[in-house]
């Protein structure tokens, strides 16, 4: 590999570097390592020393060091597949699989024969929601290694997870004639035999699964939480329940040691004691939010809670002809670390004019055009559930803008929280406990209560069970709303899924015509909720649903 040294100390790196290659020839990795940091300390540039370091930073979990130690690795020899490759496969441990997947990328650009690297693509783009991608990558995998099993797997779950139940099945099939010890194929299988209504063949498959002693600590929970979904299927509700609650405990042993507390909700009561005692007036916009080059023709923003029917009302704007959406980007996310966190930063916010309240507008709509390059004449949709939190941002950078805001019955929401999550963040690791996950709703719905007395928001409610029974009336009243015309092509959303994200829980439901299923799913949990009711009956009183 070439250096990047300056020529004064190219013999120092370079006696170095054989050190640190006789040590890993003869397995002293200890020694590896010591030579590697003293050159790296020294200043001294070459790509093994950050390639050894951050192995070892691998080793005792300090993965976003080992990230950052690849990269620099990476930049010094960028040509090196093994270098990028190691940087997907750190980033994949840290759930950041978008980076994992460019990564993979130019791992496959600079090695493309190499079939493994197409594999670990082909994951972190399904990890990602790129199912098409990610069945490229898969198949491209199997034509170099036709008999590799994980690939096939792969395929066989990406079928499912779009619906292609008999291909599905096949794939998984053909994954366990090779290797009948093949977790995602058996998962798999459970995930079709569901699909068909094959209750009972389902929940058999599953416990089959958990008595397993080899299957990883990521899968057991995927498991219960199938089992969790068969038991209801079959109308065993409490048993039902205690497979989502053995889910849920798996998840938070698993991910305690990165997550902790109630980030969100504490995020959420501290901006609520901070507009209760503020001044109306001091948060009306200094202007009116006019024209900003490179914005959309309209703009909205679709929020409220995670499991809200955000989704589903998404997919049907988004089949309007003069719509464009975005689900779930964080294009707030810079400034609302800036502005939303601390006393201070509010009170920054407030005062926030001229050309910098400009800058922030320019460069929201710039990462937008990132997405969604063509927004010309269009109607643009920010669909993020939980920008309720972000609301003052909103206010101050976009009053203008429309505000959608999705109710659903708070017992039906926080139990589908509960039950049904596909990635545990920050945010999400509250959903694991059912009080936690109720709290967490509470104190967003505070927040949107008083937000709505001390801002001026364009705002307009829509409520998931209202559109399931007048689907027409209710859609019609969104599009007046967000100044669009009504255009018969929403009645086909289920046709349409390349707007909505995949993964989320509510992809396979949007992907039918609409039902009426998910509507007081609550009552067949109302033993096992009752803990949480003191918390959720006062917001089921205020937005009007009836108690029983």
């Known amino acids: 590999m070439p250096t990047e040294t300056s020529a004064e100390t190219a013999h120092d790196a370079g006696r170095a570097v054989a050190d640190i290659e006789a040590a890993i020839a003869g397995g002293d990795w200890r020694r590896a390592y010591d030579a590697s940091s003293r050159a790296i300390s020294r200043g001294l540039r070459h790509p093994i ?25 990476a930049e010094i020899e960028p040509q090196d597949a093994r270098i990028h490759d190691a940087i997907g496969i750190c980033a994949m441990k840290l759930d950041e699989f978008e980076r994992a997947a460019d990564a993979f990328a130019s791992a496959c650009a600079l090695e493309p024969a190499r079939a493994d690297i197409h594999y670990r693509r082909g994951l972190a783009l399904a990890q990602h929601g790129a199912y098409e991608a990610a069945r490229d990558a898969y198949q491209e995998a199997v034509r170099l290694a036709p008999q590799f099993i994980d690939a096939i797997a792969g395929l066989a779950s990406i079928a499912a997870r779009l619906g292609e139940t008999a291909c599905a099945r096949q794939l998984a099939v053909d994954a366990l004639a090779l290797d009948p010890r093949q977790v995602v194929s058996a998962i798999t299988l459970v995930q079709a035999d569901m699909s068909d209504r094959l209750y009972a063949e389902a929940e058999e498959k599953a416990r089959v699964l958990l008595d397993r002693d080899d299957i990883p600590d990521g899968a057991r929970p995927v498991v219960l939480g199938l089992l969790g979904d068969v038991l209801d299927g079959q109308r065993r509700y409490a048993e039902a329940f205690a497979a989502h609650a053995r889910e849920n405990e798996t998840l938070r042993r698993l991910y305690a040691p990165r997550f902790s507390g109630n980030p969100g909700a504490d995020a959420a009561r501290n901006l609520v004691g901070y507009f209760e005692n503020a001044q109306a007036d001091r948060w009306k916009a200094p202007d009116n939010g006019g024209s900003v080059d490179g914005a959309a023709a309209g703009h909205v923003f679709l929020l409220g809670f995670m499991r809200s029917g955000t989704t589903l009302l998404e997919q049907v704007i988004a089949c309007n002809p003069n719509v464009v959406a975005l689900d779930e980007k964080s294009l707030l996310a810079g400034p609302s670390e800036r502005f939303l966190t601390s006393v201070p930063a509010l009170d920054a916010l407030a005062q926030l004019d001229g050309p910098e309240l400009l800058r922030q507008r320019r460069h929201y709509w710039e990462n937008a055009r990132r997405h969604t390059p063509d927004l010309t004449g269009k109607t643009f949709v920010d669909k993020q559930p939980l920008n309720t939190s972000k609301l003052p941002l909103i206010a101050k950078l976009f009053p ?17 929280c509960f039950r049904r999550h596909l990635k545990v963040t920050p945010t999400q690791f509250e959903f694991l406990s059912l009080e936690d996950c109720a709290r967490f709703y509470s104190a967003i719905m505070r927040l949107y209560e008083v937000c709505r007395e001390k801002l001026v928001l364009n705002l307009f409610e829509h409520r998931y069970e209202e559109m399931v029974q007048d689907f027409d009336g209710r859609v019609r009243a969104v599009c007046d709303f967000i100044g669009v015309e009504w255009a018969e092509t929403m009645r086909n959303f289920d046709t349409h899924v390349s707007v909505a994200d995949l993964r989320s829980p509510s992809a396979r439901q949007i992907r039918r015509p609409l039902y009426g299923e998910g509507i007081g799913q609550w009552r067949h949990y109302s033993e096992q909720m009752k803990p949480v009711f003191p918390l959720l009956e006062p917001w089921v009183d205020k937005f009007g649903y009836p108690r029983d």
């Open 49 to 73: 020393f950050f390639m050894v370091r951050a192995q070892r930073m691998e080793e005792t979990a300090r993965f976003q060091s080992a990230l950052e130690d690849y990269q620099r690795a």
């Open 400 to 416: 203008r803008a429309r505000i959608l805001f999705a109710l659903r019955d708070p017992r039906d929401v926080v139990l589908s």
